[in-house]
């Protein structure tokens, strides 16, 4: 406890969808002080990255009514995690206390810098700036120009099919399989999508250099590209790593299954950039949420003195966008595939009223922190949303 007595001090790093989430649902106890450190004073929703890129929607988001009115937004970076003083810094120089902190830092571009030119002139679109960047870039573009994509899974594709149905000329060079995460058939749905689409599929071949008006493919041919986008992956932001905590090899904090670091009880994880028992999970909003809901019910229970409940989660599909259609793919509770997927223009809708819910389940936990569902920490098994997303983009 601090000050009064009464006031516990929660700090939640990262406004996305797993810290939004987290800080509304720590609510539900009057007496912590809850503080939301964002860099950007906007939501983000990196659902709609491929969209901004491709000039077809918005992908931002006011936090008035997503945040609950006890949950106070700084505008700032953390730039460090002073364990031994219970102290986050700031970027612009100042420090703040805490009781404890929910690491939310989500996920990043991977950018390989293995690959000569890909850091110099290939486009991102992992975060918000990059897409903008990416966006401004197109834009002065002829529309017969060539556009590459590199990277086959989900988020290449969804990129890739966004800019095909924009009338752009575009080649996604697959570095092996296309959409690997999906099984046969939804696979084979979304090439006939793809190739529908007029979008050129490089399925086994890999980009070994990137130049500003071509990529080099791992054959030696030269195949020309006004642009070059990276969706080769994630990466996960290295602030934990920097902060002395133990991560994984992509950076994810190590946790237990109450989503608490193993190197201190104080700090908990949630989203993109948690590694439960240090297991890789999909990095997805699917995923965020019952993990920040989990993090913030650690918390909870451990003000409370009573003992928090493990993380337990099940996996039922992955829905992706092709343009305005969708491929649903349903998997077992392991996330691995099974032969069942649905597709089509009525899936597209689909897909995009999940987008649209994202906000709405934020929204309602704003107003009824608790509410959230797949994010009860108490209950073994978490309803799924079929959301999903792998990380393993390449
Ligand atoms: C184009 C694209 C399409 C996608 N489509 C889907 C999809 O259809 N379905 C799906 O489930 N997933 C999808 N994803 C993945 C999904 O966006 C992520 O899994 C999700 O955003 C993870 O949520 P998060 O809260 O962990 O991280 P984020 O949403 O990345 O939020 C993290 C926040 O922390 C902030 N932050 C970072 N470092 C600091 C710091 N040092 N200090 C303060 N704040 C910091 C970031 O700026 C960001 O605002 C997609 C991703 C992309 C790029």
């Not at 006890?70 to 100042?94: P, Q």
């Not at 989990?294 to 829905?319: H, M």
Request: some cysteine; aromatic content about 6%; overall charge neutral.
């Amino acid at each position: 406890m601090t000050d009064n007595n009464r006031t516990h001090k929660v700090i939640v790093i990262g406004g996305g969808y797993a810290g939004t989430l987290a800080a509304n649902r720590l609510q539900q106890n009057p007496d912590i002080d809850i503080t939301l450190i964002n860099p950007r004073p906007k939501f983000v929703q990196r659902l709609r990255l491929h969209q901004l890129t491709a000039g077809t929607g918005d992908a931002t988001a006011d936090y008035g009514d997503l945040l609950g009115d006890r949950v106070r937004l700084v505008v700032d970076s953390v730039i460090d995690i002073d364990t031994a003083s219970r102290k986050v810094l700031l970027a612009s120089g100042g420090a703040l206390a805490y009781d404890y902190v929910i690491y939310a830092v989500g996920s990043t571009a991977a950018v390989p810098e293995s690959v000569p030119g890909a850091t110099e002139f290939a486009y991102p679109i992992a975060e918000f700036e990059h897409a903008q960047r990416a966006r401004a870039a197109i834009d002065k573009l002829a529309t017969d120009a060539w556009i590459t994509v590199v990277g086959g899974g989900l988020t290449g594709i969804e990129v890739a099919a966004e800019l095909a149905e924009q009338g752009r000329t575009v080649t996604l060079v697959c570095g092996g399989r296309l959409a690997p995460s999906l099984g046969e058939p939804g696979r084979r749905a979304v090439a006939k999508r793809l190739r529908k689409l007029g979008v050129t599929m490089l399925e086994s071949d890999t980009v070994i250099e990137v130049r500003p008006d071509a990529v080099v493919l791992a054959d030696g041919a030269v195949w020309p590209s006004a642009i070059t986008i990276w969706a080769g992956g994630f990466g996960v932001p290295d602030l934990a790593r920097r902060s002395g905590l133990r991560t994984d090899e992509l950076g994810r904090l190590i946790t237990d299954e109450t989503l608490t670091s193993v190197d201190d009880d104080r700090i908990l994880a949630g989203g993109d950039c948690a590694a439960p028992s240090g297991e890789g999970l999909r990095m997805a909003c699917y995923t965020a949420g019952p993990t920040a809901g989990t993090a913030a019910d650690t918390v909870l229970s451990r003000i409370a003195g009573v003992q928090p409940a493990p993380f337990a989660l099940a996996y039922v599909g992955s829905c992706l966008a092709v343009g305005r259609h969708a491929v649903m793919q349903f998997t077992r509770s392991d996330d691995t595939p099974v032969g069942f997927h649905l597709r089509g223009r009525v899936t597209g809708m689909f897909k995009e009223a999940v987008i649209k819910g994202t906000l709405w389940g934020l929204r309602r936990e704003a107003r009824k922190p608790g509410a959230a569902a797949g994010a009860k920490a108490a209950s073994p098994r978490i309803p799924c949303s079929p959301l999903r997303w792998s990380h393993d983009d390449f």
